[in-house]
Every structure is written in structure tokens, then in C-alpha cells.
């Protein structure tokens, strides 16, 4: 029995990409509503740091560092192997893990096409395969959660394949959701607007992003907590009727 405070108690999340930034205030979030936590990341240092923190925390269930690669088929089994000997079962898969290469169509190399989606769409592909598998077994339902970007639906026009990375990212939750629903396991797609993920000072970020605040209505670039917290609704069993959905947190910033 799942309470208001703690409506995840007893479950256990992956969170790919959980080391920092997104990735972890969203395993801050979900383990402060009762969840265990594995965190999947490739750098070990960086995991273990992660880890450390969210337990000084002091609430919510285990955390468990995992090193993964998730390129990598078995790299991404393995990972999974892991987290089950160690939490003995998976019920919300978080797929964060994601990177960004600044080209647009008429600079971008094939290379840097292959990197993009090697990591965020491929990568995407083998979690939630691997996770989903797990859930069907288990006969328990369960709750895939896929970050994408609301440049899935304003192109970025300088980051060509992470734009069309993240575009994939919908129709492949969408695709999850559909097949999976049988399974009473819910797959839904969140689409962040600008993050603030840098505390180091930058003259040419900061005006950037003192701009793109000024063309948000709230104001401001969002905040990990802000995005991260819809993950908690969107993990939540009693929300079995939410699926194949793709929900934009932007403050706003696509109205115009």
C-alpha cells in the first residue's frame, strides 16, 4: 500500500544518465517518493559521488551505482543483471542519458550524426527493451519514462542530430506504449524546455540564457526539480489510464 507522501515505496528505478544534472535530480525526486534507486552511468568517480549524495539525503530507499554504458547491448544487459541482483526488481526505467553536438545540416559530420544517436536513440532503444522485458516478467506492470526535448517539436536548428535524436525519442515511447499496454506498463515521453544545468560562470551562456528567459512567460530557464517532479506522477501505479503520452515542460517558452 502506497501512501500521498511515499507513492512509490517499494519500487525500484533505473535512471541512465543519472550522474549529474537531469538525470539525478530526477533520481533525487523519485526516491524521495519511496523509491530504490539504481543510477547507470559510464563514469564510475562520477556515480559514486552521485550515489553518495543522494543517500546523505536521508530519505527514500537504496541507491546502487551501476556502471554503464548504454551503447552497448551488453553493457546495457548487464546493467540490468546488476540492478536486479542487487535490488531484486525493476519497476520504473528514467531514460536521461543523452548527448549534444552543436552542428547544423550543413556542418554536421556523419560522424558526429552517428555519435548523437548512437547514444540518444540507440541508447534509448536498449534500456527500454532491456527494462521492458524485465516488467513483462515480473507481471507487475510498470512505468517507462523517456526524456526528449521540446526541440522534438521546434526544430534546433544548430543541433541537427540531437534534434532529430530526440524527435525519435517520441515516436519510440509512442511505439512502447501501444505494445506494452497489455502488459499494464506505461511508457510516456517528457519534453524539457531550457535547462539550467551550470553553476560555472560563462559570459556567452549566461546572455544566451538571459535571453531565452526573457522569451519564456515564467521568466526563467527551468530548474532539474522543475522537470523532474513529473516524473513522480508519470512512475505513479495508480496512473495506469496515462500512456504514449509526450508532455512538454517549458514555462512556457513554445506559446509563441
Known amino acids: 500500500?502506497?501512501?500521498?507522501?511515499?507513492?512509490?515505496?517499494?519500487?525500484?528505478?533505473?535512471?541512465?544518465?543519472?550522474?549529474g544534472g537531469f538525470g539525478l535530480a530526477a533520481a533525487?525526486?523519485?526516491?524521495?517518493?519511496?523509491?530504490?534507486?539504481?543510477?547507470?552511468?559510464?563514469?564510475?568517480?562520477?556515480?559514486?559521488?552521485?550515489?553518495?549524495?543522494?543517500?546523505?539525503?536521508?530519505?527514500?530507499?537504496?541507491v546502487?551505482?551501476?556502471?554503464?554504458?548504454?551503447?552497448?547491448?551488453?553493457?546495457?544487459?548487464?546493467?540490468?543483471?546488476?540492478?536486479?541482483?542487487?535490488?531484486?526488481?525493476?519497476d520504473i526505467g528514467i531514460v536521461n542519458a543523452g548527448v549534444?553536438?552543436?552542428?547544423?545540416?550543413?556542418?554536421?559530420?556523419?560522424?558526429?550524426?552517428?555519435r548523437v544517436h548512437a547514444v540518444n536513440l540507440d541508447g534509448a532503444f536498449l534500456t527500454l527493451q532491456s527494462l521492458a522485458r524485465v516488467m513483462v516478467d515480473q507481471r507487475e506492470g510498470g512505468a517507462l519514462c523517456v526524456i526528449s526535448s521540446i526541440a522534438a517539436r521546434r526544430g534546433a536548428p544548430h543541433a541537427?542530430?540531437?534534434?532529430?535524436?530526440?524527435?525519435?525519442?517520441?515516436?519510440l515511447t509512442r511505439s512502447a506504449a501501444a505494445a506494452l499496454a497489455p502488459?499494464?506498463?506505461?511508457?510516456?515521453?517528457?519534453?524539457?524546455?531550457?535547462?539550467?544545468?551550470?553553476?560555472d560562470p560563462d559570459p556567452a551562456r549566461d546572455a544566451r540564457d538571459k535571453d531565452v528567459a526573457a522569451k519564456t512567460?515564467?521568466?526563467?530557464?527551468?530548474?532539474?526539480?522543475?522537470?523532474?517532479?513529473?516524473?513522480?506522477?508519470?512512475?505513479?501505479?495508480r496512473h495506469v489510464f496515462h500512456t504514449g503520452d509526450a508532455i512538454t515542460v517549458d514555462g512556457g517558452y513554445l506559446l509563441d
Open 100 to 114: 549534444v553536438l552543436p552542428a547544423d545540416i550543413l556542418q554536421a559530420t556523419f560522424e558526429d550524426w552517428r
Open 64 to 90: 546502487v551505482a551501476v556502471t554503464c554504458d548504454v551503447t552497448q547491448p551488453e553493457a546495457v544487459a548487464g546493467a540490468t543483471a546488476r540492478t536486479l541482483d542487487d535490488l531484486g526488481r525493476i
Open 217 to 237: 512567460p515564467v521568466g526563467r530557464l527551468g530548474e532539474p526539480s522543475d522537470f523532474a517532479a513529473v516524473l513522480t506522477y508519470l512512475s505513479d501505479k
Open 28 to 62: 533525487a525526486t523519485v526516491r524521495s517518493a519511496g523509491a530504490a534507486v539504481a543510477l547507470w552511468g559510464r563514469n564510475p568517480d562520477r556515480l559514486a559521488s552521485a550515489a553518495k549524495e543522494l543517500e546523505s539525503a536521508g530519505v527514500g530507499g537504496r
Open 160 to 171: 541537427v542530430a540531437y534534434t532529430a535524436s530526440k524527435a525519435g525519442l517520441v515516436g
Open 183 to 199: 502488459h499494464r506498463i506505461r511508457a510516456n515521453a517528457v519534453l524539457p524546455g531550457f535547462v539550467r544545468t551550470h553553476t
Open 1 to 19: 500500500m502506497t501512501s500521498s507522501t511515499e507513492p512509490l515505496a517499494g519500487q525500484v528505478a533505473v535512471v541512465t544518465g543519472g550522474s
